[in-house]
């Protein structure tokens, strides 16, 4: 047992409160996702129903409509938040995210492809993942042309966002009627009609991806330092980058294919675990991944319970919230770049 | 124990470098030894390549012709890892994260000995005391970077490099932006690098009576080539900071260590009011 100094262990030992405080409100989240709705029921039976027990018609509802829905919000809100976070990172700017830089909008737009091809949904989070691909090498091809600093990138990337979703939309206006049910989930970003096939394999990618940025954070935090820094540490920093920014769509793509095209989550999330946690360890990507599907998943709950209005898509209300936000970042981004020389 | 004593003698040299960026050449033909064991100095002119020379000692800047070899073998062959377990470099603008605490940046330090899974060890965590205790910033472990003065954020990063536990140091304008006592601080922190641990050290410095008071080595850079190597005493001398500077000066004996110092010459003399 190693003994930390005062500050690291303070910092450390806040960051775990946190998380516990995160997987708290996950675990209520969850419970009131499961039991709440138009056969409300109580907690206990509806965690009960989840596993197959207890009233038929309960374990319908719950195993079949709320359920996966619940676990999607979870999925995609903890993979946006950690897309978002190592994105910030990478850029070196405070207002990337994926829903910005068109890498969101890229993995719509492939997933809006494969329907309109009629091709298995099972395979939403490959196309999704080609669609976010395709956005970041097209976004990647047209800095390394124009040479645009790293940090107008994000404006290159919003003009790429901006294209793809006018291309989902596109898309959209000229399906056939029977397909056009899925167009919020692509136009706005939605957790409707989420199924227990899309949770496991998106479940699955998530985990996998997540674990192997955890496995990067050592090199992420020596990336931080900068290109002479990092390369003097062992460290390749072409090749570091390029690695994380994979695991960055990878994320961020699969999030779209659970879920649609949602903003505010990716964008905001790092900066609120910045703000209650301090500079970023290991640790707090964790908390930034619960937070995160806390996020998504209140959101979605909020939509769905306390609105007056019926089947407003989550995405509208991350957006909401998400708008006014980002200008509050804007106005305070010079403060931002004084810290940073 | 003679081939180990010489294969560890940490002696970085350049045969024929020339380095490139782009079509632009910054430093052609260089053909260089710097000593191991000593404190080596390279100055010169704005862009003679001093800085582009550091690069390219360090893996940063890949030759465009020849080679650098550190006790033989090619830097630019060697696994980025294992180089960066022998030789450490402290940029000239080195990027701190926000927020990050001291010690946090000088645990980074450590990368190039751990591995992808291997838990902090005892031996890192002795590193970095090492590190903070030499360069006096254990007792500022807890307070973030961003927040310290010019010249202890220098030495927040000096002891990162130290963490780095190489026996090479490279140092690029360690003392630029710093007030002369911060400068001092930092030299006499490097010169005792070099006499109590041992440590190779290269640094690009500007001040010539600097490098000639702490350097046993001085290489001057002259447009990308070498104008002159080897000790300050007898390389330093008013032919040549005429020739490299173009600036008419004497040299004289630095009264305080007999060490030369340029002393430029006076030009039209300003008049004195009152």
Redesign the interface.
């Given at each position: 047992m190693t003994v930390l100094p005062v500050a690291r262990r303070a910092a450390r030992h806040r960051t775990l409160l946190l998380c516990a405080a995160a997987l708290a409100a996950l675990v209520a989240l969850t419970a009131l996702g499961l039991s709440s709705g138009q056969a409300s029921m109580p907690a206990g039976t509806a965690l009960r129903a989840l596993v197959g027990l207890g009233d038929p018609g309960d374990v319908l509802v719950v195993q079949q409509f709320r359920a996966p829905r619940v676990f999607a919000a979870l999925i995609a809100g903890a993979a946006l938040a950690v897309s978002g976070s190592l994105l910030q990172r990478l850029f070196r700017n405070p207002l990337a995210s994926p829903d910005v830089v068109g890498v969101t909008g890229g993995a719509s737009f492939g997933a809006v492809l494969l329907l309109a091809t009629g091709a298995s949904q099972l395979l939403t989070p490959l196309a999704a993942l080609g669609g976010g691909l395709l956005a970041a090498l097209a976004l990647g091809a047209f800095a390394r042309r124009s040479r645009v600093a790293v940090g107008s990138l994000v404006l290159v990337g919003l003009a790429v966002q901006a294209g793809l979703a006018a291309a989902v939309n596109l898309m959209i206006v000229r399906f056939p009627a029977e397909l056009a049910s899925s167009a919020l989930q692509w136009t706005t970003g939605s957790l409707y009609g989420s199924t227990w096939p899309e949770v496991w394999a998106g479940g699955g990618a998530v985990a996998a991806v997540l674990t192997a940025a955890f496995l990067h954070s050592r090199r992420l935090s020596v990336l931080d330092l900068g290109e002479e820094s990092a390369g003097a540490l062992g460290l390749t920093p072409a090749r570091a980058r390029l690695h994380l920014l994979l695991l960055t769509i990878a994320l961020a793509s699969l999030a779209a294919a659970l879920s649609g095209p949602v903003g505010f989550v990716a964008l905001a999330v790092p900066h609120l675990v910045r703000f209650l946690a301090g500079p970023p360890t290991p640790a707090t990507l964790a908390l930034t991944a619960l937070t995160g599907g806390v996020l998504l998943l209140g959101a979605d709950l909020i939509v769905l319970h306390l609105l007056p209005v019926h089947g407003l898509p989550v995405g509208a209300m991350t957006a909401t919230l998400g708008a006014p936000w980002l200008l509050v970042l804007m106005i305070r981004r010079p403060a931002a770049d004084r810290s940073t020389p | 124990m003679t081939t180990l004593a010489t294969a560890t003698r940490n002696e970085l040299a350049t045969h024929r470098l020339a380095l490139r960026y782009g079509s632009r050449t910054v430093v052609d033909g260089l053909d260089l030894t710097l000593p191991g064991g000593a404190v080596t100095a390279i100055v010169g002119p704005n862009a003679c390549g001093k800085s582009t020379l550091l690069?390219g000692l360090?893996?940063?800047l890949d030759p465009a012709a020849g080679t650098v070899t550190l006790d033989g073998s090619d830097v630019h062959r060697m696994p980025?890892?294992?180089?960066?377990?022998r030789?450490?470099?402290l940029?000239q603008?080195?990027?701190?994260?926000?927020?990050?605490?001291v010690?946090?940046l000088v645990r980074?330090?450590r990368?190039?000995h751990?591995r992808?899974?291997s838990p902090?060890s005892?031996a890192d965590?002795a590193a970095v005391e090492e590190a903070l205790t030499r360069t006096g910033t254990a007792e500022l472990?807890?307070q973030p970077v961003?927040r310290l003065s010019g010249g202890q954020r220098q030495r927040a990063w000096i002891a990162?490099?130290l963490a780095?536990d190489t026996e090479l140091l490279?140092l690029d304008e360690p003392t630029t932006f710093l007030d002369l006592r911060h400068q001092l601080e930092v030299l006499d922190l490097v010169a005792e690098l070099n006499t109590d641990a041992g440590r190779t050290v290269v640094m690009v410095l500007h001040d010539l009576g600097q490098a000639a008071r702490y350097a046993d080595h001085l290489v001057v850079l002259h447009e990308g080539r070498l104008a002159a190597a080897g000790p300050p005493a007898e390389v330093l001398d008013a032919a040549l900071v005429e020739a490299v500077f173009e600036v008419p000066c004497q040299v004289v004996p630095d009264p305080e260590t007999g060490t030369p110092l340029v002393v430029p010459r006076a030009r039209a003399r300003r008049p004195t009011t009152h």
């Open positions: - | 690069r360090t893996r940063l980025a890892r294992t180089l960066a377990r030789m450490g470099l940029p603008q080195p990027v701190t994260p926000e927020a990050i605490t010690e946090s980074l330090g990368y190039p751990q992808m899974l902090w005892a965590q472990r807890d961003d990162l490099t780095q490279l």
